[in-house]
C-alpha cells in the first residue's frame, strides 16, 4: 500500500516524488483544496486513500477547456466530480440573482473560479479529456439535483443532473459506504454501468428496468391516483385477529374462511411487508410533465420527502424523455465507529502548500471548530440537510471528537486555546435518537419536532453536557464556544444543559432561529412558534444573570418564505420593535433545489399534505418589489426602507403606523442622506466598538445585531464572516 502523502497530488510533480506513474481515482472539485474533513474533497480522498487507491486532486480547474482536466493523466478508475462543499448556484448567487462579491471556498475570494452548474460542466469537459473514462458524481449539488427539480436561476424545472452531466451513476447523501464498495468493485474489473444494486446511487436505465422479474411498481404519477401505499402494521398490537365466519340463507353457519396453516405473528407481518416494499419502486411524475405542471410537481416532492427514511423508503423512478433516473434507496446511517474513522484519518489540516499566504474565508472560520455530529431531524422545509445527510442523527465518539480538539491544539497553525465550535448542522442534536430502533425504521414523519417533539425522542442532553465538560478539561484549552444553529425547543426540554450552555460556551452571543413570530410562515416552515422562544429566552437570561455575564441572543429571520403574507412581516416587524431588536443584514428566502419549501414557491401548493388540484394554495411572493418589502420590514428602522415602508403601509390600510411617536414603525419623512447616515451610526453600535469587548458583533443593552444568512438555510450573506456550523450546512 502507497504510505499516505501529506497532501494528495494536485500536479504531476507531486505524483512524480510520490513515485506515481498513475492515479487510481481523479476527485475535481469546484473548492480549494483543503486538507480538512470538514471540507468533501479531502474526507472522500482520504478514505480512499485508506482503502489502498491512489488519489489525485484536481482543484478548480480552468473549464473553458479540457486541458486542466488532463493535469493528472487519465485515472485508472474514474474521475470523482463534485462542484464543492456548497451547490454552486447558491454558491455564486444571493436570493436576488446578483453574483456574490466573494466565494468563501476560493483563495483570496475570488468569486470566478467556478462555473455556473459547475457539477455539471466539469463532468462534460473531463469526459471530452478522456472519452473513454468513467465518470462519478456526487456531493451536495448531485444530491439536491438528482430528481427533476425546479431551480430558482433559471425559473423553470430543469433535469436531474445525471442525463446532463452523462455521469455513469451518482452517488447521493453519506456516501463512504458506497464509495469504497463502487471503487473497490471497479478496481476488480466491474463496469460501473453493471453497478445497480448499492444504496445511495442513481443512474440512468432504459425506460421500464427493473432489478429483477419479480419487482413491483407503484404508479404515483398522478394526483389523484397514487400507487397504493401497504400500510405500516400497528407496532404495539399484541394478538392476532380472529378469522371471521359468516352465514348462509338458512342460518346455518358457514365454514370458516380457510385459515392460514399458522398465523403470522407482527413480527413476521412486519418482515414480510418490509421484503415487499424492499423489491417495490415508486414511479414519480415525468420530467416532461412536471416541468410544465406545478401541481404534480408538488406531488412529486411530497412522494419524494415520504420515501427518505432509510428504513423504509423504497426506490424512485422517474422517466426522462425514453430514459429512466432510478433512485436506490438513501444510505443507512453510519454507525458511531464508522463515523470515528472518517474523521480520524491522517490530514494534514491545512490548505495545500500551492495556495501559499492566500487567505480562504472558509478554512479561516473552519480551522478551530470540531464537527461532533451528522444529519438532522428538525426537518425545516427551507433547509437542504436532510435531503443530503438525512434525518437520523449520526455522532462521533467522546474520544474521537478529544482526540481532534488535542490535534488542533498541536498542529492547527495559529491556535491560541480556543475551539471556536464544537457542533454540527444542529449544536444539541449530539446523540439524540429515536427510542426505538423499529419504531424509527418504520417512521414517515418529516420531523421528529414538528407540529411536537415526537414522544419516541429522546431529549437528553446529558451526553453531550459530559462531553462538554471533558473538552473543557483539556490541558491547553482555554475556552470552547458553541457556535452552531441551536435547536431551542429541544434545549428547553433540558434545563441543566442551558445552563451549561450559557455558563461556559457562549462568547456573548448565541445565534438561534425562530425564522417568524407568525403562525402562517412558521406552518409552512414546519417550525415552532414563539413559545419556545420565549421559554428559550427565560433560561437563557437566567443563567447569563447567575453567570455574571452580559450575553444577548441573536435570533435569524426570513422574510418573503412562501406562506408569508404583507401582514405577517408588519407584525413581525411590530415584534421585533417591541423587543427592540434592530436587525442589521437580513436576507430573503431563496429557493434551492429540492427542498420542500422550494416546491412551494414553484407550485404554490404545499406538499406538507396531500396534494390535489385543489388543495391548499400557499401564498408566495414572487415579485421583487414586494420581495424587497418584505426584506425592508425586518430593518424598518433604516431610513433607506422608509419609502417602501410607508408606500406599503399606505397600501394596506396601516397609515396608523406613520408618524414619529413610539407608536409608529416610520417616520412621515426621511432625513437627507447625510443625516440618515449619522442616524443609522446612532442607532446601531458600529462594528469595531463592538469586536472590542467580545471579539465579534455585540449589541448594545436591549437591542441585537443580527446577521442573517444569505441563503435561507446554510450561507451568511458575507462569507469572510461565515460561521463553522454555516458552512456544514445549516441553521436551526
Known sequence: MVKPARFLPMSKAEMDALGWDSCDVILVTGDAYIDHPSFGMALVGRLLEAQGFRVGIISQPDWLSADAFRALGKPNLYFGITAGNMDSMVNRYTSERKIRSEDAYTPNGDP???PDRALVVYAQRAREAYPDSQIVIGSIEASLRRIAHYDYWSDKVRRSVLPDSKADILLFGNAERALVELTHRVAAGESIKAIRDLRGTAFMVPSGWKPAADWSEANSTRVDTPGRIEPHPDPYEMKSKEVATCATDSGNAAAPVAKPVSILSREERQAALQEQREKTVVRLPSYDVIKDDPVLYAHASRVFHLESNPGNARALVQAHGERDVWLNPPPLPLAMDEMDGVYDMPYARAPHPSYGKAAIPAWEMIRFSVNIMRGCFGGCTFCSITEHEGRIIQSRSEPSILREIELIRDKTKGFTGTISDLGGPTANMYRLACKDKKIEQSCRRLSCVYPSICSNLGTDHSKLIQLYRKARAIPGIKKILVSSGLRYDLAVRSPEYVKELVTHHVGGLLKIAPEHSEAGPLSKMMKPGMGAYDQFKELFDRYSKEAGKEQYLIPYFIAAHPGTTDE?????????????????????????????????????????????????????????????????????????????????????????????????????????????????????????????????????????????????????????????????????
Not at 627 to 638: Q, S
Not at 677 to 695: H, S, Y
Open 112 to 114: 470566478h473560479k467556478r
Open 568 to 732: 405577517d412581516m408588519l407584525n413581525l416587524a411590530l415584534w421585533l420593535k417591541k423587543n427592540n431588536f434592530r436587525l442589521d443584514q437580513v436576507q430573503n428566502f431563496m429557493p434551492t433545489p429540492m427542498a420542500l419549501a422550494t416546491a412551494m414557491y414553484h407550485s404554490r401548493k404545499n406538499p406538507l399534505h396531500k396534494v390535489t388540484a385543489d388543495s391548499e394554495a400557499v401564498e408566495t411572493v414572487r415579485t421583487g418589489k414586494i420581495r424587497r418589502l418584505h426584506k425592508a420590514f425586518l430593518r424598518y428602522h433604516d431610513p433607506e426602507n422608509w419609502e417602501i415602508l410607508r408606500e406599503g403601509l399606505l397600501r394596506m390600510g396601516r397609515g396608523d403606523l406613520i408618524g414619529s411617536s413610539e407608536r409608529h414603525l416610520v417616520p412621515r419623512h426621511t432625513p437627507s442622506a447625510s443625516l440618515a447616515a449619522v442616524e443609522r451610526r446612532k442607532e446601531t453600535p458600529g462594528p469595531d466598538k463592538l469586536a472590542k469587548k467580545f471579539g465579534q458583533n455585540k449589541p448594545r443593552p436591549g437591542a441585537a445585531v443580527v446577521r442573517t444568512p444569505a441563503r435561507a438555510s446554510t450561507r451568511p450573506s458575507n462569507p469572510r464572516k461565515l460561521t463553522a456550523q454555516a458552512l456544514r450546512g445549516g441553521r436551526k
